[in-house]
């Protein structure tokens, strides 16, 4: 039986931190003011967190043929942003135009040489 405690125990606390992460980074949320549910989940301790989830957290709306993403969010990673990745481009191809020239200017000052 107090094993059945300590599971229970352990899921309260990952729903609080879960909700109370999702309620302060969301962009914004439904029904309540983020005040109102940040309180909420704090005071209310396994009711507050599930009102959330059900009640309170932002309803994802997805845009045909875009992954899904909050609106106004930054990539989030590297590979996911197409500016990064033109830049990546055009700074290796500079790169690699570089080394080449410096390449041939050794062989050529090689060539001389012998």
Known sequence: ???VFIFLAAVQLVLFVLALISALSADRVR???RALWVLLIIFV???GPL???LWGRPAVVPIEGAPPR???ARP????DDPDFLRRMNTEQSRRDRETLSQWEREFKKKKEED
């Open 76 to 79: 989030s990673s590297p590979d």
């Open 45 to 47: 301790p396994l009711l």
């Open 31 to 33: 029904n309540a003011p």
């Open 51 to 53: 009102g959330y989830f």
């Open 1 to 3: 039986m107090v094993r």
């Open 70 to 72: 909050r609106s106004g």
